[in-house]
């Protein structure tokens, strides 16, 4: 059978793998959309979404909790002072955007807003149109071209008068293949970055001490599954997770399953989370 397929807007539909909206291949942005509560998915997407809970069936708990995580982690960036947010890997947008949690505690808050994915992007640039937003902006781009990213007019922006930036990459370095060196895209990315700027990371975890064999082989068929989806899944052992914050002081708790940062996680949480950590690091 012919796929369906529909074009969707682009600012560069070559650069992106998923330029064209097609609908029967299940998504990571939709099924992750779909399993935090949000309303943009499509059947394949809640059928990929299904097979995920019944391979691992806290992954609805994992997902929500690593947003929590995110919504804590953006506000102790912005209660220490940082105003200025990068946050790329977007994702479609649901309850706890960085900026909604930022501008609690800076009203004058600024956020760039990045994804490599058209239809995120498309998604994002309609929620930011709202008058009263604080100062936002959304850009397609691709975190494999660290380059190509710092040179885009809003971050150069962005970073332009020297402020802390609280770079924020919430479950999307796991969507980076190790061929497409993830570690020395964050490391060019914080390069420019003001002293007292932050790292967030929230990442997908096969090997550490939160997990057992049985976690490891499931984590094997999930990888399998995202194999289906535009964005392949590429599970990293927590040391390769904690050189991503390699030259900056890693905030207490340090790299931790996300419900665990900065919260008293229950059993419950910390289980659903043993397989998705999360940690803050500051430039010094
Ligand atoms: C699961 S969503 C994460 C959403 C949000 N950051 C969160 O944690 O709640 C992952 C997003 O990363 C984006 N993504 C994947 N690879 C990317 C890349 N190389 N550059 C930029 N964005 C990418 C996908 O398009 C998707 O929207």
Known sequence: MERRRAIWPSDDAKAAPSASLDLDRPH??????????????FAADREAAHTLQRLIPES???????????????????????SRFLDIGTGIPAPGNTHEIAV?????ARVVYVDRDPLVVTHARALVAHPGMPATAVLQADLRDPEALLAAAPVANLLGDGEPVALVLG???????????????????????????????????????????????????????????????????????????????????GLVPCAAWDAEATVSELRATRGFLGGVGVKR
């Not at 990571?28 to 998915?41: E, F, M, S, T, V």
């Not at 609690?104 to 004058?108: A, W």
């Not at 040391?239 to 900056?248: D, H, T, V």
């Open 60 to 82: 609805r708990d994992a997902m929500r909790l690593n947003r929590a995580f995110l919504t804590r982690a953006v506000r102790r960036a912005a209660e220490a002072g940082v």
């Open 104 to 108: 609690q505690s800076r009203p004058d």
């Open 28 to 41: 990571p942005a939709r099924i992750y959309n779909y399993l935090i509560g949000g309303k943009d998915h």
């Open 171 to 253: 479950a999307v370095l796991h969507f980076v293949d190790d061929a497409d060196e993830p570690h020395a895209a964050v490391r060019r990315l914080l390069e420019p970055l003001a002293p007292g700027s932050m790292l967030i990371v929230s990442h997908v975890c096969h090997i550490s001490q939160w997990v057992d064999t049985a976690d490891q082989a499931r984590a094997d068929q999930v990888t399998a599954l995202y194999r289906e989806t535009v964005d392949r899944l590429t599970p990293r052992r927590a040391e390769r997770i904690e050189a991503f914050f390699a030259g900056l002081d890693l905030l207490p708790p």
